[in-house]
């Protein structure tokens, strides 16, 4: 949808934030520009809907070159994201949801109408719809702002560094909103982050830029992450790049124990039959079957159990959901070095050893680069 053909920026100081950059942005896609700061990413951005004019080179939409339509038209076409939201302080938060649609015409109940299923989209609750931005959090107000950026559905939504000015939870919580909303909606998103976590967590491909606007890499984050371009890509993405592309492993192929499992109320033949597997730990689950710790195999006995006097079990994952990564996090955080795979309700659906979940590792990097070289 949008195609970047050796831009370039030059400011009149002799500056370049910009230079010969060419990009092909596939559409209904989320394309991610990292970098350091001056390296030209949030100039990129704002050149895309004209806020910032490109001293050489083109920028087409659709094949179509932007500078061939009115600016104001360009960019009531492109719903744009910043950080803090940049919400109208004076306007409640339906009123600022409707502001494009209002430019472009519609009644004001239209609009507001509009605005009410957004914010159900984006997960703010109706009673929220006459308060003003103080008086929402700060994921709040970014939720507004990527409401009001969808009002007028727009094919293309620019997002400069939208969760930088939030803690991680909430920046965690507004990821996952994001890539539940494109899912749905299917919009070209062209977003800005010096974040390369965020960047590989949510990009469908990902251009890691360097100082002076020059484009470093432009790849899927599982190739980034396998096959950096140079020493600069490799040093940007960090030491841990190796954890970082487990991401990209599904979990559903790891086979699950459930002999170490154990209910509270088991019996003492249960736990005695559970001993016989022969792990040294075994997990205690409540009567819903959710996680309460880990027990000493040899210490476990039946009757009423202290679940304080328990181990805990880490970090449990979702298995064939979640990624080997987690599966692994989920080892390393346990005391016992197993970690504990549940369905989508918590229930324990069993559990699995680091020998395994390495195992598995080894097996997915091979078949990895089995892929790589057919694909060669």
Same mark, same amino acid.
């Given at each position: 949808?949008?195609?970047?053909?050796?831009?370039?920026?030059?400011?009149?100081?002799?500056?370049?934030?910009?230079?010969?950059?060419?990009?092909?942005?596939?559409?209904?896609?989320?394309?991610?520009?990292?970098?350091?700061?001056?390296?030209?990413?949030?100039?990129?951005?704002?050149?895309?809907?004209?806020?910032?004019?490109?001293?050489?080179?083109?920028?087409?939409?659709?094949?179509?070159?932007?500078?061939?339509?009115?600016?104001?038209?360009?960019?009531?076409?492109?719903?744009?994201?910043?950080?803090?939201?940049?919400?109208?302080?004076?306007?409640?938060?339906?009123?600022?949801?409707?502001?494009?649609?209002?430019?472009?015409?519609?009644?004001?109940?239209?609009?507001?109408?509009?605005?009410?299923?957004?914010?159900?989209?984006?997960?703010?609750?109706?009673?929220?719809?006459?308060?003003?931005?103080?008086?929402?959090?700060?994921?709040?107000?970014?939720?507004?702002?990527?409401?009001?950026?969808?009002?007028?559905?727009?094919?293309?939504?620019?997002?400069?560094?939208?969760?930088?000015?939030?803690?991680?939870?909430?920046?965690?919580?507004?990821?996952?909103?994001?890539?539940?909303?494109?899912?749905?909606?299917?919009?070209?998103?062209?977003?800005?982050?010096?974040?390369?976590?965020?960047?590989?967590?949510?990009?469908?491909?990902?251009?890691?830029?360097?100082?002076?606007?020059?484009?470093?890499?432009? =790849?899927?984050?599982?190739?980034? #992450? %396998?096959?950096?371009?140079?020493?600069?890509?490799? +040093?940007?993405? &960090?030491?841990?790049? $190796?954890?970082?592309?487990?991401?990209?492993?599904?979990?559903?192929?790891?086979?699950?124990?459930?002999?170490?499992?154990?209910?509270?109320?088991?019996?003492?033949?249960?736990?005695?039959?559970?001993?016989?597997?022969?792990?040294?730990?075994?997990?205690?689950?409540?009567?819903?079957?959710?996680?309460?710790?880990?027990?000493?195999?040899?210490?476990?006995?039946?009757?009423?159990?202290?679940?304080?006097?328990?181990?805990?079990?880490?970090?449990?994952?979702?298995?064939?959901?979640?990624?080997?990564?987690? =599966?692994?996090?989920?080892?390393? #955080? %346990?005391?016992?070095?197993?970690?504990?795979?549940? +369905?989508?309700? &918590?229930?324990?659906? $069993?559990?699995?050893?680091?020998?395994?979940?390495?195992?598995?590792?080894?097996?997915?990097?091979?078949?990895?680069?089995?892929?790589?070289?057919?694909?060669?």
């Amino acid at each position: 949808m949008i195609r970047i053909d050796s831009v370039t920026k030059r400011y009149p100081d002799g500056t370049t934030a910009v230079d010969r950059l060419s990009l092909e942005i596939p559409d209904r896609s989320i394309t991610v520009l990292v970098g350091p700061s001056g390296c030209g990413k949030t100039t990129t951005l704002r050149m895309i809907n004209r806020m910032v004019e490109p001293t050489e080179g083109t920028i087409t939409l659709d094949g179509v070159d932007i500078t061939r339509q009115p600016v104001n038209t360009l960019r009531r076409s492109m719903g744009y994201v910043i950080q803090n939201a940049g919400l109208f302080q004076h306007r409640t938060i339906l009123d600022n949801i409707a502001t494009v649609p209002r430019l472009l015409g519609w009644s004001k109940d239209r609009a507001r109408g509009r605005a009410r299923e957004l914010m159900e989209r984006v997960g703010l609750d109706a009673s929220l719809a006459r308060r003003y931005p103080y008086q929402l959090s700060g994921g709040q107000q970014q939720r507004v702002g990527v409401a009001r950026a969808l009002a007028a559905d727009p094919p293309v939504l620019l997002m400069d560094e939208p969760f930088s000015a939030v803690d991680p939870i909430v920046r965690k919580g507004l990821q996952d909103e994001l890539l539940r909303i494109q899912a749905e909606l299917g919009k070209t998103i062209v977003f800005v982050t010096h974040d390369i976590d965020e960047a590989i967590k949510i990009g469908t491909m990902v251009a890691v830029m360097r100082t002076g606007g020059h484009l470093a890499q432009y =790849a899927p984050p599982a190739e980034l #992450l %396998s096959d950096p371009a140079d020493d600069f890509v490799e +040093d940007f993405l &960090g030491t841990d790049r $190796g954890i970082r592309r487990l991401s990209f492993f599904p979990s559903a192929a790891l086979e699950l124990q459930t002999q170490p499992v154990v209910a509270v109320d088991a019996t003492e033949q249960q736990i005695a039959a559970r001993r016989a597997f022969g792990a040294p730990y075994l997990l205690v689950t409540d009567l819903a079957g959710k996680p309460l710790g880990w027990s000493p195999a040899d210490e476990l006995t039946a009757g009423p159990v202290d679940p304080a006097r328990l181990l805990p079990y880490g970090r449990p994952f979702v298995h064939g959901r979640e990624s080997l990564r987690a =599966a692994l996090d989920g080892t390393v #955080l %346990s005391p016992t070095g197993w970690a504990v795979g549940v +369905d989508g309700a &918590g229930r324990v659906t $069993g559990v699995v050893s680091q020998q395994a979940v390495a195992e598995a590792i080894r097996t997915a990097h091979a078949e990895g680069h089995t892929a790589e070289k057919v694909a060669g």
